[in-house]
């Protein structure tokens, strides 16, 4: 595909890109909240596969670029501790999901507890490997890119 020039200056460029990002964090935290209602609400769960699909992809494309340009977040740095508080919450959400999701099909306080304790705290073990492998990756590839190349092969294997 042709790439055409953009009709639009450095600051409209700028602004463009933010009214974009915006947009695009709209969307994921909008697909984020729906599937949670949704999930809660409607008992066939094939009813929302287009949008989990849809999430997926959006979840899986935004972190496998993050990486590639060695960039973890804006505010927060790739240490354990923002890690774990990061995982701890992902736990938490799930668990409390998972707990209304079971009390309302099953209506069994303790069997909703026990199955959201136990997928909560399989939910931060997991979200805190995964968040640190994927931070040892970026801080690879960030260490990689702003590295000196000492010749045209080093250059070459950075695109």
């Not at 804006?74 to 079971?102: E, N, Q, Y």
């Not at 970026?138 to 010749?151: F, G, I, M």
């Amino acid at each position: 595909m042709k790439r055409r020039k953009s009709n639009l200056d450095e600051q409209q460029e700028r602004k463009l890109l933010e009214i974009e990002s915006r947009g695009c964090w709209m969307a994921f935290w909008g697909l984020v909240i729906a599937l949670f209602v949704e999930a809660l609400v409607i008992r066939d769960v094939r009813a929302i596969a287009g949008e989990w699909i849809l999430f997926m992809g959006l979840a899986v494309y935004l972190t496998v670029s993050c990486i590639r340009a060695g960039i973890w977040d804006r505010r927060m740095d790739m240490s354990r501790k923002t890690i774990l508080t990061i995982s701890v919450i992902v736990g938490l959400c799930i668990a409390v999901f998972l707990f209304g999701f079971t009390f309302l099909r099953h209506q069994r306080l303790v069997g909703a507890l026990g199955f959201a304790a136990i997928w909560g705290i399989g939910a931060i073990v997991l979200c805190y490997l995964v968040l640190l492998l994927a931070a040892r990756a970026t801080q690879k590839r960030h260490d990689r890119l702003n590295a000196e190349p000492d010749d045209e092969t080093d250059a070459a294997d950075l695109r």
